[in-house]
């Protein structure tokens, strides 16, 4: 236990001699080079700050409408997007039907073929799930409407 608190004591000690020699050569070097400058190096700093003060507003201003219009780019490819999104997959669903093509020399074999009474059948229930759940989607909205028509009816 002692050794560790010893390893602390020292991980402590180092630390904070690093700490004192970072700050040591820090405020030497900064007053050494400002109290070694000659006259044409305060010239040249006086220039380079005077002119960022200067060119800063305008820089800022011209990031800022780069940045802009890259929005807008952005933007514009959101909307386009959103607009191929179709009505099934506003709705939650992303259930494509199979088409009703049944042609064998389009169908490829694989392992997993199906036959064509399978397919039929897959395609089948397909439609009615997707026909049923519209069905209900639509039964809520009406009667969502009927709750508002009775709320002015009643009140």
């Given at each position: 236990?002692?050794e560790l608190?010893?390893l602390?004591a020292?991980?402590?000690d180092?630390v904070?001699?690093?700490f004192?020699?970072?700050?040591?050569?820090?405020s030497?070097?900064?007053?050494q080079?400002?109290?070694?400058m000659?006259?044409?190096?305060?010239i040249?700093?006086?220039i380079?700050?005077?002119?960022?003060?200067l060119l800063r507003?305008?820089?800022?201003?011209?990031?800022?409408k780069?940045?802009?219009?890259?929005?807008?780019?952005?933007?514009a490819?959101?909307?386009?997007?959103?607009?191929?999104?179709?009505p099934?997959?506003?709705?939650g669903?992303a259930v494509?039907?199979?088409?009703?093509?049944d042609?064998d020399?389009?169908a490829?074999?694989?392992?997993?073929d199906?036959?064509?009474?399978?397919?039929?059948?897959?395609?089948?229930?397909?439609?009615?799930?997707?026909d049923a759940?519209?069905?209900r989607l639509?039964?809520?909205q009406?009667?969502?409407?009927d709750?508002?028509?009775?709320?002015?009816?009643?009140?």
């Amino acid at each position: 236990m002692s050794e560790l608190l010893d390893l602390v004591a020292h991980l402590f000690d180092s630390v904070s001699q690093l700490f004192t020699l970072v700050k040591d050569r820090f405020s030497n070097n900064l007053s050494q080079s400002f109290s070694s400058m000659t006259l044409q190096q305060w010239i040249r700093l006086v220039i380079i700050v005077g002119a960022y003060a200067l060119l800063r507003p305008y820089l800022m201003k011209m990031g800022a409408k780069f940045q802009e219009k890259q929005m807008e780019k952005n933007f514009a490819k959101e909307e386009e997007e959103q607009a191929q999104i179709s009505p099934n997959q506003l709705r939650g669903q992303a259930v494509e039907i199979p088409d009703d093509s049944d042609d064998d020399e389009q169908a490829e074999s694989t392992a997993t073929d199906w036959g064509k009474k399978a397919r039929k059948r897959q395609r089948n229930m397909i439609k009615k799930m997707l026909d049923a759940e519209e069905k209900r989607l639509q039964e809520l909205q009406e009667d969502e409407e009927d709750k508002d028509i009775e709320q002015y009816l009643v009140g």
